[in-house]
């Protein structure tokens, strides 16, 4: 493995994921939730991008100016295409990160984001991040950072240290990184097989194996066989960032904030009664097993009292993103499913139903007339947040500005779905977001700008692009053999696309 890459696996690329946790806009609603006030986000920047697809989803449906790096040309090659193609202007460079935290032209970052990396670097590297955030975020600006966690991993570590020496010391001279995992996994195999005593005190190894041998090797390689791996414990990370002066501020998943979803009552008073917020949270992963963290931190917590929670959530506006239809008034969280009152959910429902963005304060407005309180009012919109019902919306000003850059953006990753599957987001000028798009969604959205509009028309669409391919669909797991029969299945999903899912594509502007 060359110098360049040190120690991180480079010689596959990573997925084509999107993170909706690294989009500026969702900061607010849970910072308001917490108390917090929230920054105007101006300048953002995020460090290991991947192949880019959050930092130029990000870039393209909003005005924030995006900067970022990661170091494997191949995907910084792949980031800096899709810019110039949504004219979103991007500054993506293929630094390491010694190299890009001293660059001299970058401005001061209202918000940094750094996705799982943290887990998969040296302390070196750390370092060198800390002082980035030391010296480059402003007073009053977030960071968000995800990072594998203890005490949720600690059963496995052993099992990734063994993978990773395996791979390392017992392939074949010259196999390539898919092979030596490969390997690897089979040779864990093994030795769960003869029941060894580890494998007695950790049952659980078994099934995570399992999990790892369906999963994505993309994924898999960068997950567990880089030379650097640390699931690191809360209070080690705040001891961390210290220097750059961060406070924990809460977490970027709504639902974690939901204590009633996520942990007992006796938990709860527990940790309740501690008074040392990073110990709070210490205790909190060990009562939830926690295996990952998705953070935002804040230089300078400015609080707000309850007054002001609710006049900034009244100015904060929000849109629905999937069909009422399939809104079910439950909630999953770590305890199970819980039920969710329809008579405080359905006047807000009948609002949002019209698809189009609205004020918290018309949500307010409509459940007062139900006789529904403020509190409730505030839950069930941190809960609809949380299940993915509403997504945050920009201003108008914001959404017209970012819409042809959106566009282009969406043209051409639609063009891709053609011939690859692992593209499956699109953007929003309405949410300054991605929002997931199943792949023969994106061949009908395809045919609905060459003109289609029956489902006769964008079934046909999407069987030539099948065709052309020698692919077909699928029934029960097995190949639809005739054209007419596929004809026929296209058909009858083109036309519940049109019924429920076009009118949301084309309320958030996805085309």
């Not at 692009?465 to 596929?486: F, H, M, R, T």
Request: charged residues 20%; aromatic residues 10%.
């Amino acid at each position: 493995m060359s110098d360049w890459t040190s120690g991180y696996v480079a010689d596959i690329s990573y997925t084509y994921g999107y993170y909706a946790e690294l989009n500026p806009l969702r900061i607010a609603l849970g910072f308001i939730n917490a108390g917090i006030r929230p920054p105007n986000v101006i300048n953002a920047c995020e460090l290991g991008f991947g192949q880019g697809i959050s930092t130029n989803i990000h870039a393209a449906a909003s005005q924030i100016n995006w900067y970022g790096t990661d170091f494997n040309p191949h995907q910084a090659a792949f980031a800096q295409e899709l810019s110039s193609i949504s004219g979103a202007d991007a500054k993506l460079h293929d630094d390491a990160f010694n190299e890009f935290c001293q660059r001299d032209d970058l401005p001061e970052f209202d918000y940094i984001g750094l996705h799982g990396i943290w887990s998969w670097i040296s302390d070196e590297n750390r370092a060198v991040i800390v002082d980035f955030i030391r010296r480059k975020l402003r007073v009053g600006g977030v960071l968000y950072i995800s990072y594998n966690t203890q005490p949720g991993w600690a059963a496995m570590v052993p099992m990734r240290d063994l993978l990773a020496e395996h791979a390392d010391l017992m392939s074949a001279q010259g196999a390539g990184t898919i092979s030596r995992i490969e390997d690897a996994i089979t040779f864990a195999e093994q030795l769960v097989a003869v029941n060894p005593e580890y494998c007695k005190a950790n049952p659980q190894i078994k099934n995570r194996l399992d999990k790892i041998k369906q999963d994505n090797k993309n994924y898999v390689a960068h997950e567990y066989f880089n030379r650097d791996w640390e699931p690191m414990a809360f209070a080690k990370m705040a001891r961390w960032l210290e220097p750059a002066k961060m406070d924990w501020a809460c977490s970027a998943r709504y639902a974690d904030a939901i204590d009633s979803i996520q942990l007992t009552s006796e938990q709860l008073t527990l940790i309740n009664s501690i008074p040392n917020p990073v110990f709070r949270q210490s205790v909190r992963d060990f009562c939830e097993n926690r295996q990952f963290r998705t953070d935002y931190w804040v230089k300078g917590a400015r609080r707000l009292s309850t007054l002001d929670q609710d006049e900034m959530l009244d100015g904060l506006r929000v849109v629905m993103g999937v069909p009422r239809k399939d809104v079910q008034f439950k909630i999953a969280g770590r305890l199970g499913n819980f039920d969710l009152p329809s008579n405080i959910y359905e006047p807000l429902l009948e609002v949002l139903s019209a698809y189009q963005p609205v004020y918290i304060s018309e949500l307010w407005q409509a459940a007062k007339e139900k006789g529904v309180s403020r509190s409730a009012m505030n839950s069930a919109v941190a809960i609809l947040a949380a299940k993915g019902v509403i997504l945050p919306a920009q201003s108008d000003e914001s959404i017209s500005q970012a819409a042809s850059k959106v566009g282009r953006l969406n043209r051409f990753l639609m063009s891709q779905s053609r011939s690859t599957t692992e593209l499956s987001y699109l953007a929003s000028p309405v949410t300054g977001g991605g929002l997931g798009v199943p792949l023969f969604h994106q061949f009908f959205l395809l045919a609905t700008l060459e003109g289609a509009d029956t489902a006769k028309s964008l079934a046909t669409f999407a069987w030539r692009i099948l065709a052309s391919q020698n692919k077909c669909l699928l029934k029960d797991g097995n190949p639809i053999a005739s054209q007419d029969e596929n004809l026929a299945e296209l058909e009858r999903q083109a036309g519940n696309f049109l019924n429920d899912r076009l009118p949301i594509y084309q309320a958030l502007k996805i085309i």
